[in-house]
C-alpha cells in the first residue's frame, strides 16, 4: 500500500499522560500536514513541514504539542500532559512537492483516534 | 482571514435523485477549491478540486465549478447512489508562494444518506 498511513489507529489514555502518533507519508512526497478532527466538525490545521523544517504552525497547536520530521520522512507528533479536550481525530496528510498556485492536493491518511480519560 | 461555509446536513436523498451541497467560502488571495469525501470507517479522500475562476472540477459523476462572483464552489450530482453515503467536505487552499501557507482550511462537513 503506497498511500499515507498512521499509527496507532486507536490510543486510550488517561488524563496527564503523554502521547505520541507516528505518520508514514506517501515516499516522493516532501510535505507532510497535521490536522485534527473533533467529532462533528471538519479537520483543523495544526502544522506543516516542508522536509524536515517545520514552516507553519497554528495557534491550535499549544506548548503541549510537539511534532518533528527528522530527516524529512516520517513525522510524530506528541501530546504531553494530555487533557480531556485533547481527544479527537488525528489526520496526518502529505503533497508532492510540486510548485504553483492551485498545487496543493494533499493526501490524508485513516487517522489516529485519541480518547483522553 | 479564511472560511468555508457549507449547508447543514444530513442531506437524505433516494437513489437516483439530484444532489446539490452547497459551499461558500472567504478567503485573501485566489484559493483553490476542494471537495474532499469520507467514507464511513475511511479516511479523507480527495473527490475533486478547482484552481481558478470558471474552472469546473468532476469526478465520479460529480460536479463543482468554481464561481468567484458568487464565492461558491457547489458539488452536484445527477443520480446518487447508495454507495455516495458518506461525509462531504469543502475545502480552501490560500497558497502563497512555494514555502507560504498551506493549509486546507475545511467546512464542516455535510452528511449524504442515500435510500434505496
Known amino acids: 500500500d503506497t498511500g499515507v498511513s498512521q499509527n496507532p489507529r486507536h490510543k486510550i489514555t488517561k488524563r496527564g499522560q503523554n502521547v505520541t502518533f507516528r505518520c508514514d507519508p506517501i515516499s516522493e512526497h516532501n510535505r507532510l500536514y497535521w490536522y485534527r478532527q473533533t467529532l462533528g466538525q471538519g479537520p483543523e490545521f495544526l502544522t506543516y513541514f516542508q522536509n524536515e523544517a517545520q514552516l507553519e504552525k497554528s495557534r491550535l497547536l499549544s506548548d503541549r504539542f510537539s511534532a518533528e520530521r527528522p530527516k524529512g520522512s516520517f513525522s510524530t507528533l506528541e501530546i504531553q500532559r494530555t487533557e480531556q479536550g485533547d481527544s479527537a481525530m488525528y489526520l496526518c496528510?502529505?503533497?508532492?512537492?510540486?510548485?504553483?498556485?492551485?498545487?496543493?492536493?494533499?493526501?490524508f491518511g485513516p487517522g489516529t483516534r485519541l480518547t483522553v480519560l | 482571514g479564511n472560511s468555508v461555509t457549507q449547508m447543514e446536513g444530513p442531506v437524505t436523498l433516494s437513489e437516483e435523485a439530484f444532489l446539490t451541497i452547497n459551499c461558500t467560502y472567504t478567503a485573501t488571495g485566489y484559493p483553490s477549491l476542494f471537495w474532499y469525501v469520507q467514507y464511513p470507517g475511511e479516511g479523507l479522500q480527495l473527490l475533486l478540486k478547482?484552481?481558478?475562476?470558471?474552472d469546473k472540477g468532476s469526478n465520479k459523476g460529480f460536479e463543482a465549478t468554481y464561481r468567484k462572483e458568487t464565492t461558491s464552489f457547489h458539488l452536484e450530482k445527477g443520480s446518487v447512489q447508495v454507495s455516495d453515503s458518506a461525509v462531504y467536505f469543502c475545502?480552501?487552499?490560500?497558497?502563497?508562494?512555494?514555502?507560504?501557507?498551506?493549509?486546507?482550511?475545511f467546512g464542516s462537513g455535510t452528511r449524504l444518506q442515500v435510500q434505496p
Open positions: 475545502a480552501l487552499s490560500a497558497t502563497r508562494g512555494d514555502t507560504g501557507r498551506r493549509a486546507l482550511t
Open positions: 496528510a502529505s503533497s508532492p512537492s510540486r510548485t504553483g498556485v492551485g498545487n496543493n492536493e494533499q493526501f
Open positions: 478547482a484552481t481558478k475562476a470558471d
